[in-house]
């Protein structure tokens, strides 16, 4: 395919932007050239605080401030827990002895009512009460944010994992997540992080049992007993069970083994039986006032009798029916609630939340269609929004799929799903929607870009993801926007469009960046800068440089990674050498200090690079004069923009304080133009404000030598461990202002 023209940032609706700290990092996320993070300055790094004494509301009541993503699903009808006595004490006396607990079991089996029912008792149990969280489709990495934002009052911070460990060392809470995904080693992360907490999770099913020696216990959340399952199908019919039916309950409790769930299902199965029964009462009804006689028909007088005698003619559904009576339900479904159920089959089982229904299928009353999937068994509210319950998409997708050819193109399932791509690149870019409502909406948006990409439209999930990812990273849902770069990156690849895989490729550099992954964030931005180069970006170059260097300055191992040949092992030894002293300076240093102790460690690695190129030249193979080809022990490899391996044949290198030849773009760049290492913001520019609109890149302290020049022979007396020059310049953070980003209204 050709590359694609026009706008993919969402018809005329500007990319978010704005600031956030990461770690140490102060990330610029939606500028022109793309996200960047720089060195915070130690005045602007947050100082959270804690919120000690949680009490946690109930989901469905409203979230507290201190709550994080919405958590535990809500039941039909919210009924007292039946057959669960025990279960919620031997949990409790579990939390109280500080043991950590996993609940197993099979879908269906109630495991996220028990979670409820526990969190409402254990409010008492820990000094900082309870928090609730969603684990569905969150990373170890999300959750441990969502953890920090629960007990911590920082908005806008993304702790790294040292400050993680400090800030939520003291945190001594019971800490409630459902649908739990990571597992093993990622899982014990979590536990491993928050020490004084209590976990009790739900893991979802089929995940593996804790390794040995894991905090977390087993706990098996069985199927109820045989008469709380008929009491709870009662329940949730609204009238008792007459004998045909409970023998019916019976047969489905043993095919069942108790699972809850069935028996939601089993009891929406009744009440739509009562509503066939009520319509033929109503026409007898009618037949009865219209010929005035009731003994010409046979009818009885008493009402009861009347509707007793009716029911026997609507049988009910077989055992093998009930086990799986997705069609069925839909059958007693109203119109709205129908449309909103095609559109959750369209989205993979995700289902949007009620405000952005009407816009997408026209229906006026969203909270009453997605309650009636909920009371029907067919969905369950988790994270915020509602998702189909387990088996129904399985179910009924083969059905919408064959019967889509006679619907209205919006009302398909691709329509459907094309409209939400439409209004969500809309919707995430809108000055009114805060970064908390984008959050609760990061599955729906994963569901739709899929949904697109399924369907052979590249273009639109380009949009999509383009006007998403910097929305997602301000929402601080750094999982879900990792997974919508990846998307938007493979619809530019199907597109061919360099420039806009250059983009996705340095978002992932800045993702991989802020979360400890050099190597990778190496890898990506190496790509960003050849493919931006081949579209003609030089602000887009410039921006990856920027990053690049900045690498450079904290591991430059990084971008010698694979490397083995004999000047690499000896700049390894020296960077070993120079981390071991760093290391300990920084383990002493407060952490307003450690941008200092970042400057100390690389005046350090320079002078042991100095002194170790003195030495080689001097001794290196026992030639006097060294290495001829004139490279010198501490040059680091110049960063290519161009997507050809580099070459390892030895060159003359330039001077250790000019720039190389592939040090810019272009050949006449000067070097008084070339991207920084660093960014020091001016102080009239605080985060969470509109970057500075000037932009001034200089590499201070450092004056280009022609690139044939050798280095500087060393003195008669100078040894590798001594050496009797001192270098005339030490390496120092050249500063730039942050570029100029397109301004975007601030979340309401």
């Known amino acids: 395919m050709g590359q694609p023209s026009g706008d993919f940032r969402g018809d005329g609706v500007r990319p978010r932007s704005g600031e956030l700290v990461s770690g140490e990092r102060l990330v610029v996320v939606g500028g022109p050239e793309g996200s960047e993070a720089r060195h915070c300055p130690d005045e602007w790094m947050p100082q959270p605080r804690r919120i000690r004494g949680l009490v946690q509301a109930r989901p469905e009541l409203g979230p507290s401030p201190a709550v994080g993503p919405l958590a535990l699903g809500a039941g039909p009808g919210d009924l007292r827990l039946l057959d669960r006595e025990g279960d919620v004490a031997a949990l409790l006396e579990q939390l109280r002895a500080g043991r950590s607990v996993q609940l197993v079991g099979q879908a269906g089996s109630g495991r996220s009512a028990l979670l409820a029912a526990v969190a409402e008792a254990a409010g008492e149990l820990a000094p900082d009460g309870v928090v609730r969280l969603s684990g569905y489709r969150r990373t170890v990495a999300d959750l441990l944010q969502d953890l920090f934002a629960a007990t911590h009052q920082a908005p806008d911070f993304r702790p790294d994992r040292e400050q993680l460990a400090e800030l939520l060392a003291g945190v001594a809470a019971v800490v409630v997540i459902d649908d739990v995904e990571p597992y093993g080693e990622e899982l014990e992360e979590l536990l491993t992080l928050a ?9 979802v099913p089929g995940s593996p049992p804790p390794a040995p020696g894991s905090r977390l216990r087993d706990h098996l959340v069985a199927g109820l007993s045989r008469p709380a399952s008929l009491t709870l199908a009662a329940r949730l019919a609204g009238r008792p069970l007459d ?121 006026g009353l969203g909270e009453s269609a997605l309650q009636e999937l909920v009371e029907a068994g067919l969905a369950v509210s988790v994270g915020g929004h509602h998702r189909l319950t387990e088996g129904v998409l399985d179910a009924l997708l083969p059905e919408l799929e064959d019967d889509s050819n006679g619907l209205p193109a919006p009302f398909a399932p691709g329509g459907i799903a094309h409209g939400a791509a439409e209004h969500l690149a809309w919707w995430v870019g809108h000055a009114s929607v805060s970064t908390r409502q984008v959050a609760a909406e990061a599955e729906v948006i994963l569901a739709v870009l899929l949904a697109e990409r399924n369907a052979d439209r590249p273009a639109e999930v380009l949009r999509l993801a383009r006007a998403a990812a910097p929305a997602l990273a301000l929402s601080l849902r750094w999982g879900a926007w990792e997974r919508a770069l990846q998307l938007g990156l493979e619809a530019a690849r199907m597109l061919g469009a360099n420039a806009e895989q250059g983009w996705f490729h340095h978002e992932l550099g800045v993702h991989a960046l802020c979360t400890g992954d050099n190597r990778r964030a190496v890898a990506e931005l190496e790509a960003a800068l050849a493919l931006r180069a081949a579209a003609g970006e030089q602000r887009g170059v410039a921006g990856a440089r920027r990053m690049l260097d900045l690498i450079r300055i904290e591991e430059p191992a990084a971008l010698t990674a694979g490397s083995d040949t004999a000047p690499a092992r000896r700049r390894r030894s020296i960077r070993a050498i120079a981390q071991v002293v760093p290391g300990r300076l920084r383990k002493r240093a407060p952490r307003g200090a450690r941008k200092t102790v970042l400057l100390a460690g690389a005046a350090v690695m320079a002078l042991g690079a100095l002194g170790t190129a003195i030495g080689v030249a001097a001794t290196d193979d026992g030639r006097p004069g060294g290495d001829r080809t004139g490279n010198s022990a501490d040059d680091l490899p110049p960063l290519d923009p161009s997507p050809t391996p580099r070459s390892t044949s030895p060159t003359p290198a330039p001077s250790s304080a000019g720039p190389t030849a592939t040090d810019s773009p272009s050949a006449s760049d000067s070097p008084s133009t070339s991207p920084s290492a660093t960014s020091s913001p001016s102080a009239s520019h605080k985060p969470g404000g509109s970057p500075s609109p000037s932009t001034t890149t200089t590499k201070s302290g450092t004056t280009p030598a022609p690139p044939n020049t050798a280095p500087p022979k060393p003195t008669a007396t100078a040894t590798a461990s001594t050496p009797t020059t001192t270098p005339t310049e030490t390496p120092s953070m050249p500063t730039t202002t942050p570029t100029t980003a397109t301004p975007s209204s601030s979340p309401s």
């Open 243 to 363: 004998e045909v039916e409970r023998a019916w309950a019976v047969d489905l409790w043993f095919e069942s083994e108790g699972l809850p769930l069935r028996f939601v299902r089993a009891a929406a199965l009744l009440r739509q039986r009562d509503v066939t029964v009520d319509a033929l009462v109503a026409a007898q009804e009618d037949r009865r006032s219209l010929f005035g006689t009731v003994q010409e028909y046979q009818l009885p007088r008493d009402p009861a009798e009347l509707e007793r005698e009716l029911r026997q003619q609507v049988p009910l559904p077989s055992v093998g029916e009930s086990a799986a009576p997705a069609r069925r339900l839909v059958q007693g479904l109203s119109e709205s609630a129908r449309l909103v159920l095609r559109l959750a089959l369209a989205l993979g089982g995700e289902c949007p939340t009620a405000p952005h229904l009407p816009a997408l299928l026209d229906v």
């Open 195 to 203: 020490p004084e907490c209590a976990f009790l999770i739900a893991a």
